[in-house]
């Protein structure tokens, strides 16, 4: 798994993936910004003062709360992001990396989109109860990295099984893989805890994850299990 993680961290800054690499984190900064932007207007309009250094110590305090507030959301932005750019990211890394293997078929963008925007949803929930926990020492970072281990595990290696699984499928791949999956998430997840680096998230998680997804997944015998699990059986 650390060489598949190596390996796409190596892949994600090549001249290959350079151009998606780059527009994937300027939507990122770009919904970042928006977001930092839409709850400063929300505090200054809905909270004035009439004193001064009143003001400008809310005004300061709202700023740092602002700036820690956003390295709470870069784990669902940059999923978020993912949906615009995995099928173009994916496609490459099976093509060149797995030369020998078929190549997944595209996920219609409507149905990333709408996974990506639900997953976005139940991953601002969770980093908001984290931001709640930021107070109580210790136990805010194991949450942050528990959940996103969990979140980010699950979403992109569910975005990659789904070029090739229907979503029963999927569920049941994820099942039988549970623990390497989440120990994957928590290599994303760690890399969302770095500042400026995390924005590479997208093309890094993707290439990773489809890496991982791809040895996972590689053998003849589970091929035929998984066939099987459509059915029902198999994947226990």
């Known amino acids: 798994m650390l060489q598949d993680a190596q390996r796409a961290f190596v892949l994600t800054f090549s001249r ?12 990122a900064v770009g919904l970042l910004i928006a977001l930092a932007i839409g709850a400063h207007y929300a505090l200054t309009s809905f909270v004035a003062l009439d004193l001064r250094w009143a003001q400008l110590t809310l005004d300061i305090l709202g700023a740092l709360g602002i700036a820690v507030g956003a390295i709470f959301l870069v784990p669902p932005v940059t999923t978020l992001v993912a949906g615009f750019f995995l099928d173009d ?25 709408l996974l990506s925007l639900r997953f976005f949803g139940v991953a601002i ?12 020492p210790g136990v805010n970072i194991i949450v942050f990295y528990v959940a996103n281990g969990y979140l980010l595990g699950r979403e992109y ?13 999927v569920a049941l791949v994820r099942r039988h893989h549970a623990l390497p999956i989440f120990f ?53």
């Open 125 to 136: 929930a969770v980093n908001l109860v984290a931001l709640l926990l930021l107070l109580v």
């Open 157 to 169: 290696f569910s975005l990659a099984a789904m070029r090739y699984r229907d979503e029963d499928q």
């Open 16 to 27: 290959e993936y350079r151009r998606v690499l780059l527009l994937s984190v300027g939507l």
């Open 89 to 113: 990211v994916a496609e490459r890394v099976e093509a060149t990396e797995f030369a020998d293997q078929s190549v997944g078929r595209a996920i219609p963008f409507g149905r990333s989109l």
């Open 184 to 236: 994957g998430g928590l290599i994303i997840a760690v890399l969302v805890s770095i500042p400026i680096l995390n924005l590479i998230t997208p093309v890094f998680a993707t290439i990773f994850m489809v890496r991982l997804h791809k040895r996972l997944t590689r053998s003849r015998s589970y091929a035929k299990r998984g066939i099987s699990a459509a059915s029902g059986t198999g994947l226990k």
